[in-house]
């Protein structure tokens, strides 16, 4: 098993920025890539961000230029860093990974607030 803690997230104002981190503690050696979701108000959870072992990253066409994701497989922790967020980027970010274990489900973490207000 995999256990994933949050932090960071907040409010912020348009054009600003804000950082998140996720730390997975456990069965980490099971761990390949590890990534952001996020759920806006009123609709489905949809891909942010990921980032495997070996450095490939994949981005939402909507976050491409604004948002960066960033791994520490020594400290087994994620980083997703936001600038010039949007009112459209409001929404819970859950963190994720995933096993190279194909019969193991994706590990989540329990969410953060994310809201870009004026």
């Known amino acids: 098993q995999v256990q994933l803690v949050e932090s960071g997230g907040g409010l912020v104002q348009p054009g600003g920025s804000l950082g998140l981190s996720c730390a997975a503690s456990?069965?980490?050696?099971?761990?390949?890539?590890m990534g952001w979701y996020r759920r806006a108000p009123g609709k489905q959870r949809e891909l942010v961000a990921t980032a495997t072992d070996g450095g490939s990253t994949n981005y939402a066409d909507s976050v491409k230029g604004r948002f960066t994701i960033s791994r520490d497989n020594a400290k087994n922790t994620v980083y997703l860093q936001m600038k010039n967020l949007q009112f459209e980027d409001t929404a819970v970010y859950y963190c994720?990974?995933?096993?190279?274990?194909?019969?193991?489900?994706?590990?989540w973490g329990q969410g953060t607030q994310v809201t870009v207000s004026s």
């Open positions: 994720n990974a995933r096993s190279w274990r194909p019969w193991d489900n994706p590990y």
């Open positions: 456990g069965s980490t050696s099971t761990i390949n890539s």
